[in-house]
């Protein structure tokens, strides 16, 4: 995994991680959410931030999936904070781990600027 702070909108985080070869993270089981959720909240630095994952619900509202490793995403797996996902405004359809909802899943407007962590596609 890559965690890059440098915040931008998340069509700019999947291009960057494509551009590396990675995909924007995608956390399939509950043992690589927790993995990198205990990664983020023991590090000073990256446990304040929001982080964009490959979450999203671009193609068809409410109906969530990774990008890039297409998967269906699963909540028993990356759980959703509690009131999320609630597409305030109509307008959240990309997925952050956010530190002040526990480190649990939000919808967010895929324009907003958060960090985001990049995953080693091994295919
Ligand atoms: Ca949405
Ligand atoms: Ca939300």
Known sequence: YKFNTATTDWHTAR????????????????????????????????SSLNWWTAANDIDNEAQWVWADVNQPMS???APWASTQ?????????CGD????????????????????????NLL
């Open 75 to 77: 909540s028993s797996a």
């Open 97 to 120: 781990v956010v530190s002040e909802y526990g480190h649990k899943m939000n919808d967010a407007p895929c324009e907003s600027h958060y960090a985001s962590i990049c995953e080693y």
């Open 15 to 46: 291009s960057n991680c494509k551009k590396q070869g990675d995909h924007l993270v995608a956390m399939e089981t509950r043992e690589e959410f927790n993995f990198i959720i205990r990664f983020l909240k023991d590090s000073p630095v990256y």
């Open 85 to 93: 996902p609630d597409n305030a405004r109509n307008s959240e359809h």
